[in-house]
């Protein structure tokens, strides 16, 4: 009796890892696919850039890329369509082991302040194949191109309290992007604060946006002020912020 039960089990065990197998090889397959930079800088008088996006997989695959206007509300990122950039090629096959070279031009040079923009590279699938499940990859490049006047970013802080949730809120009246790591907030009783993670870092020119507060037990009272330390690419922070509970 006990042999008769062990070999479905080891059946189903093999099924298992083969279906693990088929997964993670059509997730390498997928994450084959990568970009440089990650990070697009325009410096004032700059319209034109590349980037360089590779295949490192074993077999052909197709991409697609779009511009995208990007803004900034409380909580996320507003992408748009846009067409201020030309991109070429849009639509590109590369070789296994191959790069894509694709050329960027700004139409226009800002104005006033920086702007600001994502380009979205997608991996199109490729045709069905019975049995194995296709994981496509999309990838999103910042880019950011100055105007003719020197910009800088000011940010200023404070903390919501609504209800059982505390928010981080960031002010930024100047008009470039920073970025924002390694956020700690201490309470008056010592204890030490973080944001939730997987979180935006950063906070784009002339906007207000919030970051949530992985806060457990008790949270601090509205009369409370809390000390705020982090990284960010214009300096480092360390400074009392208010806490303010919503009406």
């Known amino acids: 009796m006990s042999r008769n039960i062990r070999k479905p089990v080891a059946a189903a065990q093999l099924v ?31 319209r034109t850039t590349v980037l360089t996006v590779t295949n490192k ?5 197709s991409i697609q890329i779009r511009a995208y206007a990007w803004h900034q509300k409380e909580d996320g990122d507003d992408l748009t369509p846009t067409e201020a950039l030309i ?9 296994p082991g191959g790069d894509q070279v694709v050329r960027l031009q700004l139409r226009q040079p800002p104005q006033g302040q920086e702007a600001t923009y994502r380009i979205v590279i997608d991996q199109i699938p490729p045709a069905k194949t019975p049995g194995v499940v296709n994981m496509v990859l999309r990838l999103s490049i910042p880019l950011f191109a100055q105007p003719a006047a020197r ?37 008056g009783d010592g204890r030490k604060l973080k944001l939730e993670t997987g979180q935006s870092p950063y906070i784009l020119a002339g906007v207000t946006r919030r970051w ?11 009369s409370q ?23």
């Open 16 to 46: 298992a890892v083969i279906f693990i197998v088929i997964l993670a090889v059509s997730f390498a397959s997928a994450q084959a696919l990568s970009v440089q930079p990650v990070n697009i800088l325009l410096a004032s008088g700059e």
């Open 57 to 61: 997989a074993e077999s052909e695959t």
């Open 87 to 95: 991109l070429s090629p849009p639509l590109a096959t590369i070789a």
């Open 151 to 187: 910009t800088v970013p000011h940010l200023q802080f404070h903390v919501d309290r609504d209800a059982d949730k505390l928010f981080l809120v960031g002010i930024n009246d100047g008009h470039r992007h920073d970025v924002l790591r390694d956020v700690v907030l201490t309470t």
């Open 212 to 222: 949530s507060i992985a806060a457990e037990g008790l949270l601090p009272e509205s």
């Open 225 to 247: 002020s809390l000390q705020l330390t982090a990284h960010a690419d214009s300096s480092n922070i360390d400074q009392q912020i208010q806490l303010i509970a919503a009406p």
